[in-house]
C-alpha cells in the first residue's frame, strides 16, 4: 500500500492498511478488559487492558518501520479519508462483515435471520447517534441497543438465546480500527486528541455490555390469557 502511494496510485494509504489488518486488531479485548474491570474482575480486565495497547503499539510500530524503510515521510499515515462512500457500500461491507461473523461461530440456519435483524438494529442506532454526538456516544448507544434487541427476540417463542444474538452484534459495534487509525496520528503529531477520542469510543461501547447484562436479566413478561366466562 504504501509502496502505491509512494508511486502516486494511492492517496491516503492508512485506512487501506486498516482495512486488510482489521481482524488482527485487539478493539474487543479492549473492550472486554474495560467491561470486566468495570464489574469487579480486576485481574482479568487489566492483563486485556495492558495485552490490547501493547497489540495496538506493535501494529503501529510495524507500520511506521514500513513507512521509514521505504523512504516515506510519517505524514503518510494522517488518516485522510479520500472519498465518503455511498450507501450501498457501506450495505456491501457490513453484509460481508456479518457473513463472516455467522461463517466464523458457525450459527444455526434458524438464528441468522434473527442475528441479521439484531445486527441491523444496533448498527443503524450507532451510526444515526454517532453522526450527532460523536462516536464514543454512538458506541454506547449501538451496545444498548443490541442488549435490547436481543432481550426482545429472545423473549419470542422460539427465540434464540440472548448470548447468540448480542455477541454478533456486539463484535460489529466494536470500534477495533477506530483505535489503530487514532493512535497512527501519533506520528504525524495529532496524538493526544485523536487517541483521547479512541479511548472515548472504547469506553463508551464498554459501558454497552453492563447495561446490556442488566436488561438481559430483566425477566421475560407473561402473557395474560383471557379466561372465558361459563
Do not use: C
Amino acid at each position: 500500500m504504501l509502496s502505491l502511494t509512494r508511486a502516486g496510485l494511492l492517496d491516503g494509504p492508512l485506512r487501506t492498511i486498516v482495512a486488510t489488518l482489521a481482524i488482527l486488531l485487539p478493539g474487543g479485548l479492549l473492550v472486554t478488559g474495560l467491561s470486566e474491570v468495570a464489574a469487579g474482575a480486576a485481574s482479568a480486565g487489566t492483563a486485556r487492558l495492558v495485552s490490547g495497547p501493547v497489540q495496538l503499539a506493535l501494529f503501529l510500530a510495524g507500520v511506521a518501520a514500513a513507512t521509514s524503510a521505504i523512504g516515506m515521510p510519517a505524514s503518510a499515515l494522517a488518516n485522510i479519508q479520500v472519498a465518503k462512500p455511498s450507501w450501498w457500500v457501506i450495505g456491501i461491507g457490513l453484509a460481508i462483515a456479518v457473513a463472516g461473523v455467522v461463517v466464523n461461530v458457525s450459527t444455526p440456519p434458524a438464528a441468522i435471520p434473527w442475528i441479521v435483524a439484531v445486527i441491523a438494529v444496533s448498527v443503524t442506532v450507532q451510526v444515526a447517534v454517532g453522526q450527532v454526538h460523536g462516536a464514543a456516544i454512538g458506541g454506547l448507544a449501538g451496545a444498548v441497543s443490541a442488549a435490547v434487541a436481543a432481550t426482545v427476540v429472545h423473549w419470542l417463542p422460539g427465540g434464540p438465546l440472548w448470548q447468540v444474538l448480542y455477541l454478533p452484534a456486539f463484535w460489529i459495534v466494536v470500534p477495533g480500527s477506530f483505535g489503530l487509525l487514532n493512535t497512527a496520528q501519533i506520528e504525524v503529531g495529532n496524538g493526544a486528541q485523536s487517541v483521547l477520542a479512541a479511548v472515548s469510543a472504547v469506553f463508551g461501547v464498554s459501558i454497552g455490555p453492563l447495561i446490556g447484562s442488566v436488561i438481559s436479566r430483566i425477566p421475560r413478561p407473561a402473557l395474560a390469557v383471557p379466561q372465558l366466562r361459563a
